[in-house]
Nanobody, 126 residues
């Protein structure tokens, strides 16, 4: 069973940047999706970005509107890591950010992902 551990959250001012990391333990093979979600207090968990991988190759990436042009999802297959580079951060980006994975290609909806990390908090002040 794959386990995911996020890190890299913190507090930044609006306009700043953060790079979130997700360390995956356990072999990941075949086709699978990895994604970043976020959840702010009182709100539903929403998808931010998804990457589709097949063995050691990245097949495609997808961004929700909230992250387009500002966030970049990437994967280091050799280190079994997932990253989210977040630039031009806004106060509305404040949330707990989660890494998740699922077998195959799945839409970027929380219900489609079955393995989750514990989350890392991102706070953006104005």
């Amino acid at each position: 069973q794959v386990q995911l551990v996020e890190s890299g959250g913190g507090s930044v001012q609006a306009g700043g940047s953060l790079r979130l990391s997700c360390a995956a333990s356990g072999a990941m093979y075949g086709q699978y999706s990895m994604a970043w979600f976020r959840q702010a207090p009182g709100k539903e968990r929403e998808g931010v970005a998804r990457i589709l991988c097949e063995d050691y190759s990245v097949r495609d990436t997808y961004y929700a509107d909230s992250g387009k042009g500002r966030f970049t999802i990437s994967r280091d297959n050799a280190k079994n890591m997932l990253f989210l580079q977040m630039n031009s951060l806004k106060p509305e980006d404040t949330a707990n950010y989660y890494c998740a994975t699922a077998r195959g290609w799945v839409p970027l909806l929380a219900a489609n992902f079955h393995i989750w990390g514990q989350g890392t908090q991102v706070t953006v002040s104005s």
